[in-house]
């Protein structure tokens, strides 16, 4: 699909301009959709919310399903690159699995729009959808090949990965179903204590498992591989 006028963006301040403007007119959208749902909301109503005429609307987005396909995906996007970093850091598997739950539940909680990617999953057109299952299959295809790592590696007990893999994203993406932004627990911390007792089915020690998933020891891997995100630390410092 293309991303409307940016091809004749030279300017990188501009793009950069554009490129904000569009994430805060997804911002909107995401939640226009969730309360609204996808049939109901119209461009105006998401023109509005964003603050921008309808005719400006049409600037950054052709219609509501680009803006949906671009609202999901943005969230695998970033679902990737929290896969790819925590791939990368030197830590066990259990602390790199942990990290892909923590930042897979802030992307499904946090970001308005990554809870109407996840809610209307079948809204697009089949072509579309297409997309962005191939994308998901990467993702999940990472998420096995780091539970595997972590059988041969001897720290989880020897299971299949596919369907570990899916046990867990499952009950990730289902969170935004029951999710209240204004219950006693943060995304992250909903994203630790997930972590904690969805590995724990795989961890082949799970009490050495308990003691490293402690609240200090927690803090400190934040502070150590995601040194910028003073929330998360804040959260996880109970």
């Known amino acids: 699909m ?3 006028g940016i091809r004749n963006m030279g300017n990188g301040r501009l793009r950069g301009r554009y490129l904000a403007r569009r994430l805060e007119i997804l911002r909107a959208a995401g939640e226009q959709f969730r309360i609204h749902g996808f049939a109901e909301t119209g461009m105006r109503d998401i023109a509005g919310a964003a603050d921008l005429s309808p005719a400006n609307l049409y600037n950054y987005f052709r219609g509501k399903h680009e803006i949906l396909f671009f609202c999901q995906d943005n969230s695998l996007d970033r ?3 929290a896969l790819e970093k925590a791939r990368r850091i030197r830590a066990s598997a259990a602390e790199k699995l942990r990290w892909v739950i923590v930042s897979h539940m802030r992307c499904v909680l946090d970001e308005v729009e990554g809870s109407a990617a996840h809610l209307l999953t079948s809204a697009l057109p089949v072509h579309l959808q297409r997309r962005l299952i191939a994308k998901r299959d990467r993702y999940e295809q990472g998420v096995r090949n780091m539970i595997a790592a972590g059988s041969r590696a001897g ?4 299971c299949d990965p596919a369907l570990a893999a899916r046990a867990i994203l499952g009950a990730l993406n289902w969170s935004v179903r029951w999710f209240n932004p204004d219950g006693e627990l943060t995304a992250p911390q909903i994203g630790h204590e997930f972590g904690c007792f969805l590995i724990r089915g795989l961890a082949a020690k799970p009490a050495a498992l308990h003691r490293s998933f402690s609240a200090r020891n927690a803090e400190r891997a934040v502070r150590k591989y995601f040194p910028q995100d003073a929330e998360e630390r804040a959260a996880l410092n109970r």
Do not use: D, G, L, Y
């Open 2 to 4: 293309p991303k409307t």
């Open 79 to 81: 679902m990737m690159a």
């Open 155 to 158: 720290e989880f007990v020897s």
